[in-house]
């Protein structure tokens, strides 16, 4: 028998998206007797813990990202597709791409993830843009670098530090780290590049409704996270809740704060495409699995990763974080290898290996069950992990190099703003006439 009748013999493996779980769950398929198609709109996989580094200028994208073709390259029962998912057909087990055209399935693993919600205000996001994908990240990096120059071309001192002043809505770990970070860049890497407008003037505020940042961690975690993010200066506000975001600024009830910089790390809103799946869906656009993966009613349907809401034995729901993800997809593509053998798909178990979070330089704290600690102890830690977990030999180095680098001169290396990001400048009017001597801060 040929290749290629042998591959249609065998059962198709369909799986959407590359990110974690999708990854995971190809990975452990590479020697199992069916065929694997994944499918993703992006034809990269991306390496999200990290992705605040490429909009803070610490890391370049290609840091982050590899192709998903090169991460399974070795697979020879596996191809990949760069298509956008319109919707699923359960009942004629076919993924209907956007565009037309079809791919049939024997088995299907949804790992779709999610978006940031903005709380039925869809409009807030033309003005505090989120951070989950490399597009996302670029973005934010131009709003980050372009609001040092609109500070140093303003000739008003209000709206220099409106331009200096970034607010952060949302204080889970992606905010944390976002907030952290930016005193140490602008205070220290950028100190001696302005001359009209001054970096140490940088005002961080970050803005949670919840009792605490840091609110999946423990209390004590959570305390020490704020106690270091105040001491590195930043405005830390809980049980605060916004009302209002606008260009010049956010509204919190009746206060305006003047920033025109603002980033969105609050809350996730599932995928659409579960909708297509046929299940009552959970309050965030999750799928409510069975034990096992699958999807209500159809067992040859599995969803991982931040689209899936799965229950763990004492009622509480497995995080919508990295690890989880690779281990759900890793589970998935299992019981798709039992479910071939004719044995009955096992329940999935949740192995919790540990939480981690940075809070700028040799800060951070880390949760290993009853153990917790923080300091330079665990920033070593985070970086150790975060190392490991890179795909890609090449991007382990870069990114030791680049954060070498960082360390060592308090210099970001990738702060780069092409000719088309900086049409974003503001208009002649409100520019400086003539900027002072070179010699001269100017700063008043």
């Known amino acids: 028998m040929s290749a290629a009748l042998a591959a249609r013999a065998r059962p198709h493996v369909v799986i959407i998206g590359g990110g974690f779980g999708g990854l995971y769950a190809a990975r452990a398929l590479r020697n199992a007797p069916v065929t694997v198609t994944v499918l993703d709109r992006t034809n990269h996989h991306l390496f999200q813990p990290l992705l605040y580094q490429v909009a803070t200028a610490t890391l370049a994208p290609s840091d982050v990202a590899q192709p998903i073709r090169f991460l399974l390259r070795k697979q020879r029962n596996t191809s990949v597709l760069l298509a956008e998912v319109e919707r699923v057909d359960v009942t004629g087990r076919a993924v209907h791409l956007t565009g037309g055209g079809a791919v049939p399935y024997d088995y299907l693993i949804v790992a779709t993830g999610a978006r940031h919600s903005y709380f039925d205000r869809p409009e807030w996001e033309r ?9 996302d990240a670029l973005e934010l990096r131009r709003r980050f670098l372009m609001a040092f120059e609109n500070a140093e071309q303003s000739g008003d001192p209000d709206e220099r530090q409106a331009w200096l002043t970034f607010v952060i809505v949302g204080a889970g770990p992606t905010g944390v780290e976002l907030a952290g970070i930016l005193p140490d860049i602008a205070k220290q890497g950028m100190r001696d590049d302005f001359r009209n407008a001054d970096p140490s003037a940088l005002r961080v505020i970050l803005l949670e409704g919840g009792p605490r940042v840091l609110p999946a961690y423990s209390e ?12 590195l200066g930043v405005d830390v506000r809980v049980r605060t809740l916004v009302t209002g975001v606008e260009p010049e600024g956010v509204r919190v009830g ?33 799928v409510p699995v069975n034990e096992d993966l699958t999807v209500p009613g159809h067992p040859e349907v599995f969803v991982i990763g931040d689209l899936a809401a799965v229950r763990r034995k004492d009622g509480a729901m497995v995080p919508g974080v990295a690890p989880a993800a690779m281990q759900e997809g890793a589970w998935a593509a299992k ?13 999935f178990r949740y192995r919790n290996k540990g939480e981690l979070a940075t809070i700028g330089r040799e800060r951070a704290v880390a949760e290993f069950g009853r153990l917790r600690f923080g300091g330079r102890v665990a920033w070593l830690l985070w970086l150790f992990v975060h190392i490991m977990y890179l795909a890609g030999f090449r991007n382990r180095i870069s990114v030791l190099v680049e954060w070498a680098y960082a360390y060592f001169t308090y210099r970001r290396g990738a702060r780069l703003i092409t000719s088309r990001e900086a049409g974003h400048l503001p208009e002649p009017s409100v520019r400086v006439r003539a900027l002072p001597p070179w010699g001269d801060r100017g700063r008043g």
């Not at 004590?220 to 001491?231: C, F, G, I, K, V």
């Not at 809350?267 to 309050?283: C, I, K, Q, Y």
């Not at 019981?335 to 329940?347: E, K, Q, S, T």
């Open 254 to 286: 009746e206060e305006f704060i003047p920033a025109r910089t603002v980033f969105w790390s609050a809350g996730n809103v599932a995928s659409p495409l579960a909708r297509s799946l046929g299940v009552e869906l959970d309050r965030v656009g999750r």
């Open 127 to 135: 003005d505090a843009p989120g951070l989950k994908t490399l597009d």
């Open 220 to 231: 004590a975690s959570s305390a020490r996270a704020q106690a270091d993010l105040e001491a």
């Open 335 to 347: 019981n798709v290898v039992r479910a071939l053998r004719g044995d009955a798909m096992r329940p």
